[in-house]
């Protein structure tokens, strides 16, 4: 088997340039400049590849497959279901989508089809198919790109009805149905399976457990046409390795269920850097959550599918990435367990909607352009750490509670506050409290084993199913440590409140129950005192606060003003050989890294030694330890420099680290 290698490379859309073959010649010259050795091929080359009914035009990408391989170049070969040719709608338009409003969407865009269609399904097996026989056992390529960013809903009749009957395979009855849901209220009980229909505009959309339902089924019913795709190939190619490419905090889709039917989780990501309310550092935490989030949908390696190396042309403000970040970026990448760097796109496009989409080779077409430059210099650093990184794991340390139907299920609960209460953002404050502290974290959701972690971290766990909850049970009573959040406990997996109290089934562990919760104005806040030296001697409460009554626990803060002034605003608890913490409202940024500090006492080893400068983000993948410095300028550490935005790899040896690798500085400058 042959060892693992860092893959680094971009889209390459060459249907764009057929009428240019100078153009396809310099493309296989600078992709060998730039370090390139892998490519995303054929994504949206449907039109091209058939460009009408069952005329099939492949030997372009032939011609295209053959040179990248004798270039050293591998093939990440697309099915092209992303978006569908003009002649496909014109003559089959029920593959068009209905949107909630039973309107039927024209002909554009991406991602305008419907997933039940049968029609649609047999079109992209038989250009799945055409692909699999032609290309399906060369040598180059190596993947298979299952469409791109499978998306969006569909509420035409086919999807309805298929709606309804993955409604009698859950539920059998239309009256565990009613139950389910609590149809009851507002006399909405439902005769049989066929009076149901997807949430609409101007019809149902105030039962939540349709809401929630219908998310699942979409969820469901994209999974299903994602492997439709994947069995086409492989009933060609029967060893086949597939993957799609997920997206940033995407909403539509379970990506822990998606990944099931992948052999490689991949994703899109596209930070806004150089925001005037946002540090290097905090935007890479960001970014670092979706990575860790990525490689723990399947618990290996990840790619990064998408990313851009300069501007891109949608975002409201389109800046430009300061000299080194996208080295910066691309190394985050591989210190949270990529072991694929990829851009969008290989060479900038002359028109259409993303023609100032910053791409490796710019319109230009030079060699010394700033960004093709640090694209090479990040290809070189890729190729030259490969050997010993690439196919690394990644330790259970730490995990964080992500679930898609706590996500779907929280942020339409009409009540407490209906506006701004994000699920991501309560996340991000507990992940930048962790990884401040050198803690490597990883995700699960509800059917998640917790098996190897140290620390379960559970925010804003609404939705709270009664087996999960026994997990955490049991995890704290063996030894776990466990971190809990204000609105947990809430509801069951069909959004039915629980009776008695609450958190549901853990008020015992967390040695606390909840009372009332008080939802805040933007602006409002309660002050905080901490009862413990080791948590910071005050701190704002905001969004909601939880007014809980100590049933054993511990309290370490108190709400210090408002009618529940004194009621514990975060409480340890010991419960069986572990312990768990309960934290009664949002706080404000500030609070998480030292609140953190003192959970880990004991239970985890930060990867670094010693406490590091400020906008130093430290990670590790096995014996290796990256430190990265997200400052525009060198920081120092232990005798090192490391250069501005650039990064340092250890070995942990005998206790100690072992510098590896010092990636040198990306220099440039305007001034020739």
Same mark, same amino acid.
Request: one cysteine or more; hydrophobic letters at 40%.
């Given at each position: 088997?042959? #060892?693992?290698?860092?893959? !680094?490379?971009?889209? &390459?859309?060459?249907?764009?340039?057929?009428?240019?073959?100078?153009?396809?010649?310099?493309?296989?010259?600078?992709?060998?400049?730039?370090?390139?050795?892998?490519?995303?091929?054929?994504?949206?080359?449907? %039109?091209?590849?058939?460009?009408?009914?069952?005329?099939?035009?492949?030997?372009?990408?032939?011609?295209? =497959?053959?040179?990248?391989?004798?270039?050293?170049?591998?093939?990440?070969?697309?099915?092209?279901? *992303?978006?569908?040719?003009?002649?496909? #709608?014109?003559?089959?338009?029920?593959?068009?989508?209905?949107?909630?409003?039973?309107?039927?969407?024209? $002909?554009?865009?991406?991602?305008?089809?419907?997933?039940?269609?049968?029609?649609?399904?047999?079109?992209?097996?038989?250009?799945?198919?055409?692909?699999?026989?032609?290309?399906?056992?060369?040598?180059?390529?190596?993947?298979?790109?299952?469409?791109?960013?499978?998306?969006?809903?569909?509420?035409?009749? /086919?999807?309805?009805?298929?709606?309804?009957?993955? +409604?009698? %395979?859950? !539920?059998?009855?239309?009256?565990?149905?009613?139950?389910?849901?609590?149809?009851?209220?507002?006399?909405?009980?439902?005769?049989? $399976?066929?009076?149901?229909?997807?949430?609409?505009?101007?019809?149902?959309?105030?039962?939540?457990?349709?809401?929630?339902?219908?998310?699942?089924?979409?969820?469901?019913?994209?999974?299903?046409?994602?492997?439709?795709?994947?069995?086409?190939?492989?009933?060609?190619?029967?060893?086949?390795?597939?993957?799609?490419?997920?997206?940033?905090?995407?909403?539509?889709?379970?990506?822990?269920?998606?990944?099931?039917?992948?052999?490689?989780?991949?994703?899109?990501?596209?930070?806004?850097?150089?925001?005037?309310?946002?540090? =290097?550092?905090?935007?890479? +935490?960001?970014?670092? $959550?979706?990575?860790?989030?990525?490689?723990?949908?399947?618990?290996?390696?990840?790619?990064?599918?998408?990313?851009?190396?300069?501007?891109?042309?949608?975002?409201?403000?389109?800046?430009?990435?300061?000299?080194?970040?996208?080295?910066?970026?691309?190394?985050?990448?591989?210190?949270?367990?990529?072991?694929?760097?990829?851009?969008?796109?290989?060479?900038?496009?002359?028109?259409?909607?993303?023609?100032?989409?910053?791409?490796?080779?710019?319109?230009?077409?030079?060699?010394?352009?700033?960004? $093709?430059?640090?694209?090479?210099? +990040?290809?070189?650093?890729?190729?030259?750490?490969?050997?010993?990184?690439?196919?690394?794991?990644?330790?259970?340390?730490?995990? =964080?509670?992500?679930?898609?139907?706590?996500?779907?299920?929280?942020?339409?609960?009409?009540?407490?506050?209906?506006?701004?209460?994000? !699920?991501?953002?309560?996340? /991000?404050?507990?992940?930048?409290?962790?990884?401040?502290?050198?803690?490597?974290?990883?995700?699960?959701?509800?059917?998640?084993? @917790?098996?190897?972690?140290? /620390?379960?971290?559970?925010?804003?766990?609404?939705? @709270?199913?009664?087996?999960?909850?026994?997990?955490?049970?049991?995890?704290?009573?063996?030894?776990?440590?466990?971190?809990?959040? &204000?609105?947990?406990?809430?509801?069951?997996?069909?959004?039915?409140?629980?009776?008695?109290?609450?958190?549901?089934?853990?008020?015992?562990?967390?040695?606390?129950?909840?009372?009332?919760?008080?939802? /805040?104005?933007?602006?409002?806040?309660?002050?905080?005192?901490?009862?413990? %030296?080791?948590?910071?001697?005050?701190?704002? *409460?905001?969004?909601?606060?939880?007014?809980?009554? +100590?049933?054993? %626990?511990?309290?370490?803060?108190?709400?210090?003003?408002?009618?529940?002034?004194?009621?514990?605003?975060?409480?340890?608890?010991?419960?069986?050989?572990?312990?768990?913490?309960?934290?009664?409202?949002?706080?404000?940024?500030?609070?998480?890294?030292?609140?953190?500090?003192?959970?880990?006492?004991?239970?985890?080893?930060?990867?670094?030694?010693?406490?590091?400068?400020?906008?130093?983000?430290?990670?590790?993948?096995?014996?290796?330890?990256?430190?990265?410095?997200?400052?525009?300028?060198?920081?120092?550490?232990?005798?090192?420099?490391?250069?501005?935005?650039?990064?340092?790899?250890?070995?942990?040896?005998?206790?100690?680290?072992?510098?590896?690798?010092?990636?040198?500085?990306?220099?440039?400058?305007?001034?020739?």
């Amino acid at each position: 088997m042959n #060892a693992p290698v860092l893959r !680094y490379g971009a889209d &390459y859309n060459p249907d764009q340039w057929l009428d240019r073959p100078d153009i396809l010649v310099q493309d296989i010259e600078l992709m060998q400049k730039a370090n390139v050795n892998v490519v995303s091929l054929g994504i949206f080359a449907w %039109a091209t590849l058939e460009p009408e009914e069952g005329r099939y035009n492949l030997d372009w990408m032939a011609e295209i =497959i053959d040179k990248l391989y004798a270039a050293g170049v591998s093939v990440d070969l697309a099915t092209p279901s *992303g978006a569908r040719p003009a002649w496909l #709608a014109r003559q089959y338009p029920e593959v068009l989508r209905v949107n909630a409003d039973r309107k039927r969407i024209l $002909f554009g865009e991406r991602h305008n089809h419907c997933y039940t269609s049968p029609v649609y399904r047999e079109k992209v097996k038989q250009i799945n198919q055409q692909l699999a026989r032609r290309f399906g056992r060369h040598p180059g390529v190596i993947m298979w790109h299952l469409s791109n960013e499978y998306g969006g809903e569909c509420h035409c009749p /086919l999807c309805q009805q298929a709606f309804r009957d993955w +409604l009698k %395979a859950r !539920y059998g009855t239309i009256e565990a149905v009613n139950r389910a849901w609590n149809t009851k209220f507002w006399s909405h009980d439902y005769p049989d $399976f066929d009076a149901i229909e997807s949430p609409a505009p101007h019809g149902e959309h105030s039962v939540h457990g349709l809401k929630l339902d219908w998310k699942r089924f979409v969820s469901h019913q994209t999974i299903d046409f994602m492997k439709w795709e994947r069995d086409c190939v492989r009933e060609i190619v029967p060893d086949a390795k597939v993957c799609t490419n997920m997206m940033y905090f995407y909403d539509g889709i379970d990506y822990f269920d998606m990944a099931k039917a992948l052999d490689l989780a991949t994703w899109d990501a596209y930070p806004t850097w150089h925001k005037p309310t946002e540090t =290097i550092e905090q935007t890479a +935490l960001d970014t670092g $959550f979706m990575h860790d989030l990525i490689y723990s949908v399947k618990g290996q390696p990840f790619w990064l599918m998408e990313n851009c190396p300069g501007p891109t042309n949608w975002q409201p403000v389109s800046k430009v990435k300061k000299p080194g970040v996208n080295l910066f970026a691309g190394m985050q990448t591989v210190a949270h367990g990529g072991d694929g760097v990829l851009f969008f796109q290989w060479r900038q496009a002359r028109g259409s909607s993303e023609k100032f989409h910053a791409s490796m080779v710019s319109h230009d077409c030079r060699e010394d352009n700033r960004i $093709f430059m640090e694209c090479a210099a +990040l290809g070189r650093t890729l190729r030259e750490i490969s050997a010993g990184v690439a196919g690394t794991p990644r330790a259970r340390q730490a995990a =964080i509670v992500y679930d898609w139907s706590n996500k779907w299920a929280l942020e339409d609960a009409q009540g407490p506050r209906n506006k701004g209460l994000s !699920y991501k953002h309560e996340l /991000l404050r507990h992940y930048a409290g962790l990884s401040r502290n050198g803690i490597d974290v990883q995700m699960v959701d509800q059917n998640g084993d @917790l098996t190897g972690y140290a /620390l379960v971290v559970a925010p804003m766990l609404y939705l @709270l199913r009664e087996d999960f909850a026994q997990k955490l049970r049991d995890f704290v009573a063996q030894g776990g440590t466990l971190v809990m959040t &204000y609105w947990s406990g809430v509801v069951n997996e069909t959004d039915l409140c629980y009776l008695g109290d609450a958190p549901h089934m853990l008020t015992d562990v967390l040695g606390v129950r909840r009372t009332e919760i008080d939802a /805040l104005y933007d602006g409002e806040s309660r002050r905080c005192t901490a009862l413990d %030296a080791a948590l910071p001697q005050a701190a704002n *409460g905001t969004l909601l606060c939880e007014v809980a009554a +100590l049933e054993g %626990a511990r309290p370490l803060m108190v709400y210090d003003e408002d009618f529940f002034a004194g009621a514990p605003a975060v409480t340890v608890n010991a419960f069986g050989s572990g312990k768990a913490y309960y934290v009664a409202t949002r706080f404000e940024e500030a609070f998480y890294t030292p609140f953190y500090a003192q959970v880990i006492k004991g239970v985890l080893t930060p990867c670094w030694p010693a406490p590091l400068p400020d906008d130093v983000l430290a990670s590790r993948r096995g014996d290796l330890i990256f430190l990265q410095n997200a400052r525009s300028t060198p920081v120092h550490i232990d005798g090192v420099t490391i250069a501005p935005y650039a990064a340092a790899i250890y070995r942990q040896t005998d206790g100690k680290p072992e510098l590896l690798y010092n990636q040198p500085a990306f220099t440039w400058s305007p001034v020739k």
